[in-house]
């Protein structure tokens, strides 16, 4: 039944007036926040409370902040008897009634779960559209009537089509059945999501943090929810999802600035990297730390006064073999054997004494010197930089650490040819920091998070998950990747020995094979290139056939980029010339002469970004020009895994310009 156009302007001012007024009602809500954290500390019963006091009403502030380009509900469920707008937080009038409900709430879930099959109880599901965050239009579906429009939702094909400039946006508005799933997967559920190119696998990952927020707030506040990147221009990119959605307390990191423990200023070889991430390097590091352990050989005589309190050798060795049955770090284990010998001593003076002695002379005990040189002689100190610095700098210790797990080659791989005369003045290597993380994680107990999101998390080696693995022992993981995108040399090819590394065997593996970004064109080239990077994935197949690509030779390939920009400049959006990361200046400087300043990755606002082929992986561009897909491939081993990455960064035109043949794999 056609509605006539008259009650479609009257109910579109409505929806607008009531954006209107949820924008009002957030503004009050924060203005109420930021009042009651000026006075917090005048109604706080002590420091500590006012401290405590400050930090929550200083986070709720900053989760009620409002941006007037980001629409504050983009849907609207209609049930028999109740009508709720569905946004991206929880807004609510003056006496608190819900102007607007959170995406997260579970009678929202029927905005992203009902179809005409299944309504759920949902007579009309709409959706609005928006255009630099002014309500424009809504559109919608009677499933009570069987009407469902899905894909050819004209506003929701608008919305994950939308040109980009600037970082990563939330997908709220555009979640998808299998997305949801994910998203609301339990809290105590790991999670491995196998996603082709453009099916959304990054924004699942931040919208499950997001979720898992919303539902186990206070329990995830003590305990942490972690995001871990490939990069740091990865982390840019992404780095306004989840403030767009009220989240302002999830730690974002790389890897390696979440192991650094030691400056890193030297470089491995290929080779002997490959060696250091290998999982034996875990049980050599176990031997080298444990086989330090000696069984005491001599009684201990501590004098007390007039006092002198004799412990014989064989409680002392009972004392040591029972602290290391318990299983605990390292340190920790030092500190009991301490412990436990000090309390022999102390049975000894109540019994003479009569009475018990305080923690003054505990404490003297402890330190005494007959306790302390057992201690260092039966149970060692040790460091983690000094553990690691041992085995790589001396060949007796690497041997009997390694015995049969290593081959002679492979310790004098291992081995520095001219080591440091300290641990401080040590040139660590990137592989070096993995290895004194795993020695740190035997030394101490690292701090742990409830939930951890694992991004592009095929290029990590099997010591890179153990160091994830040691900060999610009682938490979850949001595990997130593409096999097919590998390109390390110890890259995943089974994510079941990922999710074995990292402690979670049991989790299972869901794929991600719909795009909804890159464009059918695309996905096909892209899909070239598989039969040739011995990977068991799915094809990726995609919902989009608007795209365009272009593949040209060139007998002046600087002249054939800059043309191929200066044509992706007539269209909206961002525009990326990808090349091999030692062309990368060379391109820069050819778009320079041209009058196109192009900006580096760390831009993620700039118009035009030159990008290096390794530092690519995660980013979108709505064009891409792809400069010399021969010399991406020659750059290093796993050359075409990189070439494919390359070519799916595009979400509407693909430019590949060339003057060398295409790789064979690719024609």
């Known amino acids: 039944m056609t509605v006539p156009a008259q009650e479609l302007d009257t109910e579109l001012t409505a929806e607008q007036e009531h954006l209107a007024a949820s924008r009002t009602a957030l503004r009050r809500m924060r203005e109420r926040a930021e009042a009651l954290f000026a006075t917090g ?43 709720h707008h569905i946004g991206r937080r929880h807004v609510v009038d003056s006496v608190g009634e819900p102007m607007v409900l959170d995406w997260r709430a579970p009678i929202s879930r029927a905005f992203y779960r009902a179809s005409a099959r299944d309504p759920q109880d949902v007579r009309v599901r709409r959706r609005f559209g928006y255009s630099g965050g002014v309500l424009t239009s809504f559109e919608d579906e009677h499933l009570d009537r069987g009407e469902e429009l899905g894909t050819a939702s004209r506003i929701l094909t608008a919305e994950i089509e939308r040109p980009r400039v600037g970082p990563m946006r939330d997908i709220v508005a555009t979640i998808q059945p299998e997305q ?26 931040l919208h499950r943090a997001a979720y898992l927020l919303y539902l186990h707030r206070e329990r995830l506040r003590r305990n942490g929810v972690l995001i871990v990147g490939p990069n740091r221009a990865f982390l840019s990119y992404i780095s306004a999802v989840l403030p767009a959605l009220g989240e302002v307390e999830v730690a974002q990191t790389t890897l390696e600035e979440l192991i650094a ?43 007390d006064g007039s006092y002198r309190w004799r412990v014989a050798e064989e409680p002392l060795r009972r004392v040591v073999d029972e602290a290391r049955r318990e299983g605990l770090p390292y340190e920790t284990g030092r500190e009991r054997v301490r412990a436990r010998v000090v309390g022999l001593l102390q049975r000894q003076s109540e019994a003479r ?27 060692p100190a040790a460091t983690p930089e000094g553990l690691v610095y041992g085995l790589l700098s001396d060949a007796g210790t690497l041997a009997r650490a390694a015995g049969d797990a290593l081959t002679p080659a492979e310790q004098a791989a291992l081995l520095w040819a001219k080591p440091a005369r300290t641990p401080k003045a040590a040139r660590w290597s990137a592989a070096d920091a993995v290895l004194v993380d795993e020695a740190a994680g035997l030394i101490e107990r690292p701090t742990g998070f409830g939930h951890v999101v694992l991004d592009e998390a095929q290029d990590l080696s ?16 949001t595990l997130l990747g593409d096999l097919a995108q590998g390109t390390a040399p110890w890259a995943a090819t089974d994510w079941r020995e990922s999710l074995r590394h990292l402690g979670k065997p049991g989790a299972p593996v869901v794929p991600l094979t719909v795009g909804f970004r890159v464009p059918e064109a695309v996905v096909a080239l892209a899909n070239r290139l598989l039969p040739a990077l011995a990977v068991d994935v799915p094809e990726a197949r995609s919902l989009r056939q608007d795209g365009e690509l272009v593949v040209r030779a060139a007998d002046d390939l600087d002249a054939t980029t800059v043309g191929e920009v200066r044509a992706a400049l007539a269209h909206e959006g961002s525009v990326a010339v990808i090349a091999a990361d030692a062309a990368a200046d060379r391109v820069r400087a050819a778009l320079a002469a ?50 494919y990455v390359v070519l799916t960064r595009a979400v509407s035109r693909l430019s590949v310009v060339h003057a060398e043949p295409l790789p064979a794999a690719l024609v």
Do not use: N
Request: charged share 25%; with cysteine; glycine share 10%.
């Open 41 to 83: 500390d005048q109604v706080a019963g002590d420091a500590y409370a006012a401290e405590t006091l400050g930090r929550t009403l200083s986070r709720r502030v900053a989760e009620l902040a409002d941006s007037p380009d980001t629409p504050l509900f983009f849907g609207r469920l209609r049930f028999t008897g109740s009508d």
């Open 180 to 205: 949801d799933e994910l998203v609301r997967a339990d809290l105590a559920d790991s999670i491995c999501v196998q996603g082709a190119p453009g099916t959304g696998k990054t924004a699942v990952g």
């Open 594 to 643: 041209a009058g196109m300043a192009a900006a580096g990755v760390d831009d993620p606002a700039a118009r035009v970004t030159v990008v290096p082929a390794s530092l690519v992986k995660g980013l979108e561009y709505d064009h891409v020009v792809v400069v010399e897909p021969a010399q991406i491939v020659a750059a290093e081993p796993r050359g075409l895994h990189r070439l």
């Open 261 to 303: 423990r030691v400056p890193v200023r030297g470089t491995d070889a290929p080779e002997v990297a490959a060696l250091k991430h290998d999982e034996r390097m875990a049980g050599v590091l176990h031997r080298a730390l444990w086989g330090r352990i000696r069984k005491p050989d001599a009684p201990i005589v501590v004098s």
């Open 462 to 477: 099997a010591m890179q998950c153990r160091a994830i693995a040691r900060r999610s022992e009682h938490g979850s993981i």
């Open 353 to 379: 004494r009569g009475d018990s002695p305080g923690e003054v002379w505990l404490r003297r005990m402890g330190r005494a010197k007959p306790v302390t040189e057992f201690l260092d002689a039966a149970w």
